[in-house]
């Protein structure tokens, strides 16, 4: 007789996005001769740039040649793009990792889900809030967390850093001590970050508690102010206690190919001594077969010269609607974040509305389908997020429709 695993019955349905689904087919049904623009997706937009095109096919050719084919990929990457990826992430940047500090998959969906699995079912795990939702379910359905509370919309056994317009939505270290602290910077929802020295203190804090940092930088292409960091190895010390998570979906548009990849320095180690990087490339070995080559050519194709002007037009592109919303919506008197280092722009719910009441009301009045900040946790009630994944007409016309309301 089998049993299953009882952690994800405990976990609540994931309604945000199927409810609003649910909502904006009714509204377009009832209101059929009504425009909807959708500025609620997390996806891009904008095709994959010709360099990466290009070498997509190529790869496809090689792999119907004897000569070139390639059965099953490296367990932890193609050394080609683990060597672009050192060069142009990192080293680039003044920071010293090494080829196999460095572990290509899929993309950080996947591996910020599994990071998990290589640390203790004691440990504590700190979230901000609100936050990418992954961290904490798969924390649940691994047993990590006690059981859910409706009412508050809070985990027991889980640390909670609220991050609101009264802390810069940036986290305070917390008062009990986490032994997993989960940070994503550029941040999916708030679009805000953290600038270095905020940063600093963060890494000094899990050394001195001997805590890991899992930090999710697959925003990180987005950053446009200096003293933001590109990735926490820029801080002092993260090499004994960090974990970086990076993807191409937002910087190349890889939503659809699918490639990222984890850092864990070999300094990274228990209180008593246990490298982390060997359990990892273990993990990787044992449960996971390699990104297929042409998706890893065309992974290393982002790194050329032509990828690098190609990708970065089009963070350009996402960028400028970035700036139209968050310019437009302070025009129009709202109280608006994010949308300057990150493709997000979090916006004050006015007049006291809920998230899910605004959200009716744009679709209702304005026609413009946006996300409400409490499905991605309780402290993002009152707030609404809109991305710039959009089209630049859309975008437009949707920011216009909202500032003749
Ligand atoms: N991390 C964050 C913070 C995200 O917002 C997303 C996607 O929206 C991901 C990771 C997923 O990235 P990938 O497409 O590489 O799985």
Known sequence: MFKVNDNYLKL?????????????????????????????????????????????????????VQETFKGYAPDLGYEFLRSAIVKNDYNA????????????????????????????LDNKIAVCDPVYPVYVDSNVMAGRTGTYDATTGLWSDVIYMPCKEENGFAPELPEETPDIIYLCFPNNPTGATITKDQLQKWVDYANEKHAVIIYDAAYEAYISEPDVPHTIYECDGAKTCAIELRSFSKNAGFTGTRLGFTVIPKELKSADGVALNPLWARRHGTKYNGAPYIVQAAGEAVYSEAGK?????????????????????KSAGYSVSGGVNAPYIWLKTPDGMSSWEFFDYLLEKANVVGTPGSGFGPSGEGYFRLTAFGTYENTVKAIDRLKAL
């Open 93 to 120: 940047r003044g920071v010293d990792i090494a080829i196999d500090e460095v572990f290509v998959s899929d993309g950080a969906k996947c591996d910020s889900g599994n990071i998990q699995e290589i640390f203790s």
């Open 12 to 64: 609540p349905g994931s309604y945000l996005f199927s409810t609003i689904g649910k909502k904006v087919r009714a509204y377009q049904e009832a209101n059929p001769d009504k425009e909807i623009i959708r500025l609620g997706i997390g996806d891009v937009t904008q095709p994959l740039a010709p360099a990466i095109i290009d070498r997509l096919h190529e790869a496809v050719s090689e792999m119907g």
């Open 309 to 329: 002007k190609q990708t970065g037009e089009q963070i350009a592109y996402y960028m400028k609607n970035a700036k139209y919303i968050f310019d437009g919506l």
